[in-house]
């Protein structure tokens, strides 16, 4: 049995004293309860510190309203989300359901358990922190952002006549983005303000922490520990067999500060009207749910003669399990939903898959740009190496938008990351083919994304990118001081824009932004590389040398890293080192040719020609289009007498467009036993006609 089963039951038996010898059926509600329940402990970013108990709460309280004593809330009615279950894609799906299926008169109940923080000024952008939430930045996305909670709980609360009770239990303590500035103070009264006629049972006080510990019921957040207590009937002061929210706020008013000494939590009840009876007592819930937790949490859906149509949804739940979303084709998650969704047999799932579907769709792309704004290394790497898996992020979110359809709270959000993603795709696509026409499509797209989301700090900084890849560096540095203006911490910005000082010249405002970037993040190693370039720049190769090696020492499998060390080293006059770095750096990027051919050029300073003409030969390999590798060729075939290699290398090395001036050619000493050869001044005429 569950750890929280057996304490759920001890919590009954802790109840039953208070309650009467008579019998009170539990509370009568004109409509229907749904309930939302989501506990997270587990976090993917290493650097959101994990809670102990919150997915355990998050059980309690559902077993709790599963019970009779809760209002005997069916599975079909509840939805429990946990860990790595609790991202944002499936909390906004579930909240969706809950908005959906919910009419007046009925009862929405919203737990959640976990992290929740601000973004910092300011920004001032309250979030609870999902799963896989990054770890700063938040407004990325990755974290469920508050103003779209209360939105959901305003357009329930208001608009549609639902009672709502929020329980948020999300003020633990814990090196988060916001701590500095109390993020969690910011989001606790940011939970406060009043939005309709819905409840509000809050963990503590802003500028208080929710506890949690192995002492209150086993393993327990002392919050929900005591909630679930007082809900059961120790919060029934008067012995009327009913529970009003008075009554529940002075019990927890009462039995949480004493317990939480010598630190302070006050929980906070907020409501219109708080004689509202919120729970009835039942003395015979005990033997209901002891009956109950005997019975499996789900029941499988029974087969009907074998029918083809469960047996395609049985494939579905294997298709989302595999991701297969949208490939292969015939047996994709939305190919087997798109066919089955209108079965009469399916009728009672048909939404359920849906929001399944909507949000494996956009789960993998939000990951991806929450990598991103956390300068995943591997992320990078996956950008730079033009991963083929970001073709398909733009498919999954419009199909995902699609099927939320234009008037749900997400169809902005999903559009505008399809368009980012589109825009991404182009930009590589045009570094990838040498095809600069694409960056001015793929910038026009970035723009249509901050006319649908203006705070895409990921928009700004691909606009700042696409800028520098068409030399407009000026307008770089704007965009990516709007993408800080968003997202202040991101470290990726910060570094990018001390790449576009370096373009400008303006070393002092580029060792600045680097020393900004490293600030937040002393061990990002494109930081320690823009700024070595910065050193190079200015002719300072000491500190140059010392930034380079930094960034190796974070980032040991960039190429360029190697190759920038070694030109630093070269002019500080270490030779030897330099061609070690070289050499390291054609061994971490074989289709380097500019390294093969700065070994050559050495080797050639050193009379060794054999040595340097292998290189050069290297640097032709890994690029038969370069230009400068194949002029050097031609000049050390020169020197050894090779004279025909030597001018079918100058051909090919002036047909790949090699910039030289036909002086420069002329007056080189290495050709000047050619100067009288018919092939050598045939090469020359043709490149250089009078």
């Excluded at 290394?377 to 733009?394: A, C, I, M, S, T």
Aim: charged share 25%; hydrophobic share 40%; net charge negative.
């Amino acid at each position: 049995m569950k750890l929280f089963t057996v304490w759920f039951l001890n919590l009954f038996l802790v109840a039953m004293p208070l309650i009467g010898v008579g019998q009170i059926k539990p509370m009568a509600k004109k409509g229907r309860t749904r309930a939302v329940v989501v506990g997270v402990s587990q976090y993917k970013n290493d650097r959101i510190p994990d809670l102990q108990y919150a997915d355990k709460d998050a059980e309690a309280f559902a077993e709790y309203l599963r019970s009779a004593q809760g209002g005997g809330v069916s599975e079909a009615d509840l939805r429990v989300l946990t860990n790595e279950n609790a991202t944002c894609g499936n909390l906004g799906a579930e909240l969706s359901w809950l908005l959906d299926e919910s009419k007046e008169g009925d009862l929405a109940i919203i737990y959640f358990s976990g992290h929740g923080d601000m973004e910092r000024p300011p920004l001032n952008y309250s979030v609870l922190l999902t799963h896989e939430s990054p770890a700063s930045m938040y407004m990325g996305g990755g974290a469920f952002p508050l103003d779209l909670l209360q939105l959901i709980v305003q357009s329930l609360s208001v608009e549609k006549k639902v009672q709502v009770l929020l329980i948020a239990d999300a003020c633990h303590s814990g090196n988060l983005a916001g701590s500095a500035m109390k993020g969690t103070t910011g989001l606790a009264k940011a939970l406060s303000v009043p939005l309709g006629d819905e409840f509000k049972i809050l963990s503590c006080q802003p500028h208080e922490f929710s506890k949690e510990g192995k002492k209150w019921g086993g393993g327990h957040g002392l919050f929900t520990y005591y909630l679930i207590k007082g809900l059961l009937g120790e919060a029934d002061v008067n012995k009327d067999y009913s529970v009003t929210l008075l009554e529940l706020e002075r019990y927890l008013g009462k039995e949480v500060p004493e317990e939480a000494l010598p630190d302070s939590q006050i929980p906070v009840v907020l409501a219109s009207n708080k004689s509202s009876e919120i729970a009835k007592v039942d003395e015979s819930v005990l033997d209901a749910i002891r009956d109950k937790l005997k019975e499996p949490a789900e029941q499988a859906n029974e087969a009907v003669n074998d029918s083809l149509i469960w047996k395609r949804y049985d494939q579905f739940l294997l298709a989302l399990q595999k991701k297969h979303l949208l490939f292969p084709n015939e047996s994709s998650a939305y190919a087997i939903y798109m066919e089955i969704k209108d079965e009469e047999v399916m009728r009672e799932k048909e939404s359920e898959m849906r929001r399944k579907l909507i949000a494996a769709l956009q789960d993998e792309a939000q990951q991806a740009i929450n990598d991103y704004l956390e300068a995943d290394p591997r992320e990078l790497r996956l950008r730079w190496q033009h991963d083929g898996r970001y073709e398909n992020y733009p498919i999954y979110l419009e199909r995902a938008a699609e099927l939320v359809g234009e008037s749900h709270f997400l169809y902005k959000t999903l559009q505008a990351r399809s368009l980012y993603f589109k825009g991404l795709n182009m930009r590589m696509q045009g570094e990838r083919d040498k095809t600069p026409e694409l960056y001015a499509e793929a910038e026009a797209l970035q723009k249509h994304v901050l006319e649908l989301q203006p705070n895409a700090a990921y928009a700004y900084n691909e606009l700042g990118l696409l800028a520098r890849r068409q030399s407009a560096f000026e307008q770089s540095v704007s965009y990516f001081e709007l993408a800080l203006t968003q997202s202040p911490t991101w470290v990726l910005a910060h570094t990018n824009l001390c790449a576009s000082y370096n373009n400008l010249d303006e070393y002092k405002k580029g060792i600045e932004a680097c020393k900004s970037a490293l600030y937040f993040d002393s061990t990002f190693a494109l930081a320690h590389y823009n700024l070595g370039s910065i050193y190079s720049s200015q002719g300072d190769y000491k500190n140059a040398i010392e930034a380079y090696r930094k960034s190796i020492q974070y980032n040991p499998d960039y190429a360029q890293n190697y190759f920038k060390l070694g030109n630093a080293l070269y002019f500080e006059g270490q030779q030897q080192e330099a061609k070690s770095m070289w050499i390291l750096c054609t061994m971490k990027d074989p289709k380097y040719p500019v390294a093969f051919k700065n070994l050559g050029e050495v080797s050639l300073d050193d009379g060794n020609l054999s040595e340097a003409e292998i290189w050069f030969r290297g640097a032709v390999q890994a690029d038969p289009n370069y230009g400068s590798g194949l002029y050097m060729l031609s000049v050390v075939l020169s020197m050894q007498n090779r004279t025909q290699e030597a001018i079918d290398a100058l051909k090919g090395s002036l047909d790949a467009g090699y910039k030289i001036k036909k002086a420069e050619i002329l007056e080189e000493e290495a050709f000047k036993s050619m100067l009288t050869e018919s092939g050598f001044q045939q090469v020359i005429q043709s490149h250089f006609p009078e």
